[in-house]
C-alpha cells in the first residue's frame, strides 16, 4: 500500500524529532513477531521512557541523514522496529536482549548511541551493566570509604583514651592508691 508524499515527510519529520530527543537508538528486526508478542515488547519499554516504532527503512535513512547520525546499511533492510531510547539506554538494552532470548521472532541488528555505533554483542554487553543507582551506590561507597575509616581511626583513638581515664576512676572507686607522678 503506497503512502502520499505528505505522509512520507511527516514519518520523516517524526523520525527526525525522535532522534534528536533519543539518547540512543536500537534497530531490531521484528520479522515472526506476534501481534499479542510486539505488545509485551511495547509495555515492557514504555516505563523505560522508550518509544518502539516499525519504521520504513528508507525514511528513516533520511531522518538519520538530517540528524547527522550514521548506521550501518545493513540494518535498515527487511522489516524493522527502531528503539528510540529517551531515557538511559543500557535499561532499554536489557528488556530488549531479554525478551529476545525469549522471543524467536525478534532480532537485534545493532545501535547508536551518542555518535557511537553499536554491534549486537556490545548492546548485549551494555545490557549487562548494572543499574544506575546501584553504579552510582558504589561510587558513592568509594568515596564514602576513606572518610568512614578516618573516622574510625579517630574514634578509636579517643576510645582507648576514655578507656584508661575509666579504669583510673574504677581504681579510685576501690581505694586503691593512685600512683604519684615521678
Not at 22 to 46: C, F, K, P, W
Not at 139 to 159: D, E
Request: glycine share 8%; hydrophobic share 45%; net charge neutral.
Amino acid at each position: 500500500m503506497a503512502i502520499s508524499r505528505a505522509r512520507k515527510e511527516e514519518l520523516v519529520e517524526q523520525y527526525t524529532e525522535r532522534l534528536q530527543v533519543s539518547n540512543g537508538i536500537i534497530m531490531t528486526d521484528y520479522r515472526g513477531l506476534r501481534v499479542a508478542e510486539m505488545e509485551q515488547l511495547r509495555r515492557s519499554l514504555h516505563e523505560h521512557n522508550v518509544a518502539v516504532q516499525v519504521v520504513k527503512n528508507r525514511l528513516l535513512r533520511l531522518a538519520l541523514d538530517q540528524a547527522g547520525i550514521e548506521m550501518p546499511g545493513e540494518w535498515l533492510l527487511g522489516p524493522s522496529v527502531a528503539i528510540f531510547c529517551q531515557g538511559d539506554v543500557p535499561p532499554a538494552a536489557k528488556v530488549l536482549t531479554d525478551f529476545a532470548k525469549n522471543v524467536e521472532g525478534l532480532v537485534i541488528k545493532g545501535g547508536v548511541m551518542g555518535a557511537e555505533v553499536m554491534s549486537v554483542n556490545q548492546v548485549k554487553e551494555l545490557a549487562n551493566l548494572p543499574s544506575r543507582e546501584v553504579l552510582l551506590a558504589q561510587a558513592l561507597g568509594t568515596i564514602n570509604a576513606p572518610a568512614t575509616q578516618t573516622a574510625s581511626v579517630v574514634a578509636s583513638g579517643i576510645r582507648q583514651v576514655l578507656n584508661v581515664l575509666q579504669a583510673y576512676v574504677d581504681k579510685l572507686k576501690d581505694g586503691e592508691p593512685v600512683p604519684q607522678a615521678a
